[in-house]
């Protein structure tokens, strides 16, 4: 992970692929300040990346985790036996989110013949065909 190849893809606008590449940005400075050697901090740095990567709850982060992968492949960050993986899981995720229940809504309150619905009653508003008796 070169230092030029991050600064060049900062200003990506998504906000999470921007998190990333900042983490992995960060730690190969860092790396460098310590004196490792080009190699070690470009390792530090990719697993850096991945660590910035959001978890794969919800169908918001389960795209932030499609888009950091994608942008880490075409910037020669992550090898693509990793991405393949990564992309399998976060379909896998994606599956899951689709199948889980529609949340349930609470039944309605049945208004028989001649009375009031609930949201009259409390208002105090007469329903049709009835008389308002003061």
Same mark, same amino acid.
């Given at each position: 992970?070169?230092?030029?190849?991050?600064?060049?893809?900062? *200003?990506?606008? /998504?906000?999470a692929?921007q998190?990333?590449?900042?983490a992995? +940005?960060?730690?190969?400075?860092? @790396?460098?300040?310590?004196?490792?050697?080009? #190699?070690?901090?470009d390792c530090?740095?990719?697993?850096?990346?991945r /660590?910035?990567?959001?978890?794969?709850?919800?169908?918001? /982060?389960?795209?932030?985790?499609?888009?950091?992968?994608a %942008?880490?492949?075409?910037?020669?960050?992550? #090898?693509?036996?990793e991405?393949?993986?990564?992309? #399998?899981?976060?379909?896998?995720? *994606?599956?899951?989110? =689709? +199948?889980?229940?529609?949340?349930?809504?609470? !039944?309605?309150?049945?208004?028989?013949?001649g009375?009031k619905? !609930?949201?009259a009653?409390? =208002?105090? %508003?007469?329903? !049709?065909? @009835?008389?308002?008796?003061a």
């Amino acid at each position: 992970m070169q230092s030029s190849d991050i600064s060049a893809s900062v *200003s990506s606008k /998504n906000p999470a692929v921007q998190q990333c590449i900042e983490a992995g +940005r960060i730690v190969f400075e860092e @790396e460098l300040a310590k004196g490792t050697d080009k #190699y070690k901090a470009d390792c530090a740095a990719r697993e850096a990346y991945r /660590n910035a990567m959001p978890h794969l709850s919800g169908a918001q /982060n389960i795209q932030d985790f499609i888009a950091c992968t994608a %942008v880490a492949v075409l910037r020669g960050l992550m #090898y693509e036996s990793e991405s393949t993986r990564l992309l #399998y899981a976060a379909q896998i995720a *994606s599956g899951a989110l =689709a +199948r889980q229940p529609a949340p349930k809504l609470e !039944p309605k309150a049945e208004v028989s013949a001649g009375s009031k619905p !609930p949201v009259a009653q409390a =208002a105090g %508003v007469s329903t !049709p065909g @009835e008389s308002k008796v003061a």
